[in-house]
């Protein structure tokens, strides 16, 4: 434990300069509060108004023509659950059947219904975590830390599954912040952009 | 100054005393900072917008011949949430209610719970445009000094 909190205290700065986050809400007002409070902790943020979108913009709608999708990096996708089109348990599972590197990134599913079911449906999926909106700076604080440190907070089952996951996560972060340099500005400033208006 | 610095302060606590405005708006307030001078104004304006559609959605909705309760049921739940994230504390708890009428079909209940809703709204829009202002004026007292910190 010691030595992987050494290897992170060595990263942190950097490192959460170059967080890339990628919110789905197809709420106007909560695109630009998740927006606002990942920035605020020091994210990168794209934000993007459905699944389908936040598909296209992982590359993996299979309409990945073009490019070989090694420039964008996410470290983290925040989901809405209701949304129209497809909702957030069914992204949350697009992206859990996808092989390698999508299947590892965190998945935080928000509502605003703390409906159990659903809440169980969703961890049960793989999401890393489910908030309750309106979302807090303290959770996105505590969010970030966590998957971050790969620390598991809570006790549970289910946790030391994400734990073993998170580990590999932050193995995987440290050994791609340089790509992190390489995630095309262009795209996220649009979506942000978008999701202004 | 210090008279409006206090008329301001006052209207927030007021706002905050009443139930009109809850914790949540001042989590806004925190995210607010030089990088973002104004995010607290650019939230609201962007719910204004996203209310005064939804609001003329579901009376729209509620005058049809054949009412759809499931789409006035999704305008509420949508009005609800981007209530609750700005902190408009009695118009979440009013869309809340709305929603059950929606649940139970009861059409008298909405019309009187959209009416509830619209003026709840408007209270907290005009509190809202005159904090902006306050803060907008003492922007602008600040700015007429200039020698002074």
Known sequence: ?197 | MDHLQRKLRDLESTMIQQGILDDQFSQLQKLQDDSSPDFVYEVITLFFADSDKLLNNMSHALGQKDVNFKQIDAYAHQQKGSSASVGAAKVTNICAAFRSFCEAKNLEGCRRCLQQLRQEYDIMKNNLLLLFKLQQDIKTFNRSIPTRE
Do not use: W
């Open chain 1, 1 to 197: 434990m010691a030595i992987s909190g050494d290897v992170l205290r060595d990263f942190s700065p950097e490192v959460v300069g170059e967080f890339h986050v990628l919110a789905v809400d197809d709420s106007f007002v909560d695109r630009k509060v998740i927006e606002r409070l990942l920035k605020f902790t020091s994210c990168k943020v794209t934000v993007v108004e459905s699944g389908t979108r936040a598909l296209q913009y992982l590359g993996l709608d299979g309409d990945t023509s073009s490019i070989g999708f090694d420039g964008v990096k996410v470290n983290m996708i925040m989901t809405d659950y209701s949304m129209p089109g497809m909702t957030g348990y069914e992204l949350l599972k697009k992206i859990k059947q996808e092989s390698s590197v999508f299947r590892e990134i965190p998945v935080v599913v928000m509502s605003s219904e703390n409906i159990l079911t659903r809440i169980d449906s969703c961890l049960e999926e793989g999401a890393e975590e489910f908030l309750l909106k309106p979302v807090k700076l303290s959770d996105v604080k505590r969010l970030t830390d966590f998957i971050l440190r790969g620390e598991g907070k809570q006790v549970g089952g289910k946790r030391s599954q994400k734990r073993s996951r998170s580990d590999d996560f932050v193995s995987s972060l440290s050994t791609s912040c340089s790509s992190c340099d390489l995630s095309s500005p262009s795209p996220s400033e649009i979506s942000s952009k978008k999701s202004r208006l």
